[in-house]
């Protein structure tokens, strides 16, 4: 008996439509006959693929269940409009009752299809920088991004917004290129909000310019403010190591049209400020528990580097701060919670004498006895 397969096609020309089907062939040999007959400008790509015993029973169920659903596009085709990761995950429950081959095939596969998409996202880079062999196309890029992106590439969403947002490849369009950035938001890649914060506070550049021009076209405070406290939520679990260079150009922004003594009022903004000095506070008080427990500060481990990365962030906290005329004494003293001199002493040992002295000096002020 032949090998059966279900498989899953996506088609950059088709735009949120999936062909959803069965072949006693290689999927691939498929999509190349659909690519060469159907009259599309753009091949076919096999997304998802799984060798079964029973393919028509399978296609059945599977074109039944997503009927049901409200997916088909029109029932006298196989093409069906849902995201891929939603029809990967029914396809694949489906033919799961009638896979003969292991788990780990599956599997395989899966790892493979990511591979694909990853390489289409920088071949798209390289489309849009001219690198390499590749020559400068922002129309072939948007091509490899959008194929990414529907392999379920999460990266391949902000260079496809920055072509849109710029009229890179045509018209400009920003209506479209805050889409792109929502959906990737929602797929996971939490920098798109940083985009959207971007396109919103002005703070855009276009690289691709002869001169770096910022974008004015979508100006709007509450959106910033909206992009940025979930871009903030988004990436809580790893701040400040990963969001603090970026919580400082939101202060410089805020500044802009804000005086110092209102600029911490914004939400976000506060609890940015709270994330930096609770993580700082955590590091320092295992800093006070190594000296106490008599371990050389010269001793580093992983989470010694953490902590002198937490120290650096203060230092760097402290200065910009006082740069934009803010008084940072509350915050840093709820960070420098429960240290004493001894424990700041410590902290800064790994400075040169002189460089410790001074920061000891200049925080000690803030200790609370």
């Given amino acids: 008996m032949s090998d059966q397969y279900i498989y899953i096609l996506i088609n950059p020309s088709l735009k949120g439509l999936l062909k959803i089907g069965r072949t006693n062939r290689r999927p691939e040999e498929r999509a190349q006959e659909l690519s060469a007959t159907s009259g599309v400008p753009q091949p076919f790509i096999v997304a998802y693929e799984a060798k079964i015993s029973d393919s028509v029973l399978a296609e059945q169920q599977i074109h039944s269940e997503l009927t049901r659903m409200g997916h088909r596009n029109n029932p006298a085709r196989e093409f069906f409009e849902l995201p891929l990761k939603d029809a990967v995950a029914i396809v694949d429950r489906i033919c799961s009752n009638f896979l003969p081959t292991q788990e780990s095939d599956r599997d395989s596969f899966i790892e493979e299809v990511g591979e694909v998409a990853q390489d289409f996202y920088e071949l798209g880079c390289r489309q849009m920088d001219g690198d390499g062999d590749e020559w400068q196309s922002f129309d072939d890029a948007v091509v490899s991004f959008q194929r990414a992106i529907a392999m379920g590439n ?4 902000i260079p496809l917004a920055d072509i849109y947002l710029w009229g890179l490849a045509g018209r400009a369009d920003l209506r479209r290129a805050v ?6 938001a929602k797929a996971g890649n939490y920098k798109c909000y940083l985009n959207l914060w971007e396109i919103y506070s002005g703070n855009a550049v276009n690289l691709y310019a002869e001169e770096h021009v910022k974008f004015s076209g979508g100006l709007s405070i509450s959106n910033a403010e909206k992009a940025y ?7 809580k679990h790893v701040f400040p190591y990963v969001g603090i260079h ?8 805020r500044q802009s049209f804000l005086d110092s003594a209102a600029l911490l009022v914004s939400p976000a903004a506060q609890e940015a400020v709270l994330k930096i000095v609770q993580v700082i506070n955590r590091n320092v008080r295992q800093l006070r528990l190594s000296r106490i427990s008599g371990v050389a500060r010269t001793d580093a481990t992983d989470a010694e580097t953490r902590r002198d990365l937490s120290l650096g962030i203060l230092l760097e906290f402290h200065d910009k701060f006082a740069d934009m005329g803010i008084d940072s004494g509350a915050y840093i003293g709820v960070a420098l919670e429960g240290a004493s001199i001894e424990d700041l002493c410590y902290a800064f040992s790994t400075l040169p004498q ?3 002295e001074d920061w000891v000096a200049t925080f000690s002020k803030f200790l609370r006895v």
């Avoid at 889409?179 to 990737?184: H, I, K, T, V």
């Fill in 229 to 235: 406290g979930l871009y903030f939520d988004a990436i």
């Fill in 354 to 356: 002189s460089r410790a």
């Fill in 179 to 184: 889409d792109m950035l929502n959906a990737g």
């Fill in 154 to 157: 999460k990266d391949a969403y």
């Fill in 246 to 253: 970026n919580f400082y150009r939101y202060l410089s922004w």
